[in-house]
């Protein structure tokens, strides 16, 4: 739309995600994102990424949810702020696209959910992946039928964090860990393509206490471990399907990344980059590998998302990337862990909007 008017947003939490990821890809879409804002609660970050992209600094969260000139915010807090930050945006009707995960806990993510309904803002969360061409194309070719029936999907993400990131103990706290931080790729993937879950198995643990940094001014730091830091998922789809999650922050696998299976058919791609291509077994041949489609983004394009969530605000639809379906993901994750503890299958009962493929000419075209 020539005369779409860029939704004025202001980033929320200004650490490395924000820095390296989505200020340049939000900044890669003008034409539906005007960056006017940042505000973290170390100044000197708010103020780097200022410098670099021009924008207003806010000394507080309050100041930035009492401006009337802001309309959304982009929370990029820790994990623990995910919650209070949206709700408290949400409560000050402003449009919230938040990181994943979208709460620490169901029950919080309840309280966003029917908060954004209460006041008829958009609620958004990542991941963004599915809005990637490979995603979406994969996507398109399996309602079309090209692998038949799907019977079963897998997911693969994980390995030794303490070795790469500088504060990997923050993601080893009680309520964190490898499947609500990193499980949301696949998992939002399976939805998508597959639909909802409705029953879940869990095996999972801390298999490594007392971990130490490798990387960054604290290495050698050491820390406890209080959230489960290895485990499997076996989910039962509403559909019928069957899906297999492993998710670890202590061994590296070759389970594949992303798989999902058919009767026909099986696909494999990356869940969280847009840029590695394609690979398709039919059941007489082997892997055959295609290249992404034309317009793919190497790495994990996160602009796509606020790009999809301004698109919504402005033309008053869904956004594809909803707070629902993230709620959902989070369910299926703290269900897991439930599974796990009891040793029986536990019942997922949230459900979301379908979401709706991007189609031909993708909003942020």
């Given at each position: 739309?020539?005369?779409?008017?860029p939704?004025k947003?202001v980033?929320?939490?200004?650490?490395?995600?924000a820095?390296?990821?989505?200020?340049?890809?939000?900044?890669?879409?003008?034409q539906?994102?005007?960056?006017v804002g940042?505000?973290?609660?170390d100044?000197?970050?708010?103020?780097?990424?200022?410098q670099?992209?021009?924008?207003k600094v806010?000394?507080?969260?309050d100041?930035?949810?009492?401006?009337?000139d802001v309309?959304?915010?982009?929370?990029?807090?820790?994990h623990?702020?995910h919650?209070?930050?949206?709700?408290?945006?949400?409560?000050?009707?402003k449009?919230?696209y938040s990181?994943?995960?979208?709460a620490?806990?169901v029950?919080e993510?309840?309280?966003?959910?029917?908060?954004?309904?209460?006041?008829?803002?958009?609620?958004a969360?990542?991941?963004?992946?599915m809005?990637?061409?490979?995603?979406?194309n994969?996507?398109k070719?399996?309602?079309?039928g090209e692998?038949?029936?799907v019977?079963?999907a897998?997911?693969?993400?994980?390995g030794?964090?303490?070795?790469?990131h500088?504060?990997?103990?923050?993601f080893?706290?009680a309520?964190?860990?490898?499947?609500?931080?990193?499980?949301p790729y696949p998992l939002?993937a399976?939805?998508?393509m597959?639909?909802?879950?409705?029953?879940?198995?869990g095996?999972?643990?801390?298999?490594?206490?007392?971990?130490?940094?490798?990387?960054?001014?604290?290495a050698?730091t050491?820390y406890?471990?209080?959230?489960k830091?290895?485990?499997?998922?076996l989910l039962?789809?509403e559909?019928?399907?069957?899906?297999?999650l492993y998710h670890?922050?202590?061994?590296r696998?070759e389970?594949?990344a992303y798989?999902?299976h058919g009767?026909?058919?099986?696909?494999?791609?990356?869940?969280?980059?847009?840029?590695?291509?394609?690979?398709k077994?039919?059941?007489?041949?082997?892997w055959?590998?295609?290249?992404?489609?034309?317009?793919a983004?190497?790495?994990?394009?996160?602009?796509?998302?606020p790009?999809?969530f301004?698109?919504?605000?402005?033309?008053?639809?869904?956004?594809r990337?909803s707070?629902?379906?993230?709620r959902h993901?989070l369910e299926?994750?703290?269900?897991v862990?439930?599974s796990?503890d009891?040793?029986v299958?536990?019942d997922?009962?949230?459900?979301?909007?379908?979401?709706?493929?991007?189609?031909?000419?993708?909003?942020?075209?």
């Amino acid at each position: 739309m020539s005369n779409f008017e860029p939704v004025k947003t202001v980033i929320v939490g200004c650490g490395m995600i924000a820095e390296k990821g989505y200020q340049p890809r939000c900044q890669a879409y003008p034409q539906k994102i005007e960056l006017v804002g940042y505000y973290d609660q170390d100044v000197s970050r708010a103020e780097y990424l200022a410098q670099n992209g021009g924008g207003k600094v806010y000394q507080s969260l309050d100041g930035v949810l009492n401006d009337p000139d802001v309309e959304a915010i982009i929370n990029l807090t820790i994990h623990t702020g995910h919650y209070p930050v949206s709700l408290a945006g949400l409560k000050a009707g402003k449009h919230v696209y938040s990181e994943k995960p979208v709460a620490l806990r169901v029950e919080e993510a309840d309280e966003l959910v029917e908060a954004a309904d209460a006041m008829d803002v958009k609620f958004a969360c990542a991941p963004v992946a599915m809005l990637g061409y490979v995603q979406q194309n994969v996507w398109k070719r399996i309602r079309d039928g090209e692998i038949g029936e799907v019977v079963s999907a897998v997911g693969n993400f994980g390995g030794p964090i303490e070795y790469w990131h500088p504060t990997a103990d923050a993601f080893m706290k009680a309520g964190v860990g490898p499947f609500k931080d990193v499980a949301p790729y696949p998992l939002t993937a399976m939805t998508t393509m597959i639909g909802p879950v409705k029953r879940v198995h869990g095996l999972a643990r801390i298999t490594i206490p007392e971990r130490m940094l490798h990387q960054g001014p604290r290495a050698g730091t050491k820390y406890q471990v209080t959230e489960k830091d290895h485990g499997f998922g076996l989910l039962e789809f509403e559909n019928g399907a069957y899906g297999l999650l492993y998710h670890s922050w202590t061994a590296r696998s070759e389970i594949p990344a992303y798989e999902i299976h058919g009767t026909k058919g099986i696909f494999s791609i990356q869940a969280h980059d847009d840029g590695r291509g394609i690979r398709k077994c039919i059941p007489t041949g082997d892997w055959q590998a295609e290249n992404s489609p034309a317009g793919a983004y190497t790495g994990l394009d996160w602009g796509k998302g606020p790009a999809d969530f301004a698109d919504a605000i402005r033309n008053d639809r869904p956004v594809r990337c909803s707070g629902k379906h993230a709620r959902h993901v989070l369910e299926i994750c703290e269900r897991v862990f439930e599974s796990a503890d009891k040793g029986v299958p536990i019942d997922v009962v949230s459900r979301f909007p379908a979401p709706v493929p991007v189609g031909d000419t993708p909003p942020w075209a």
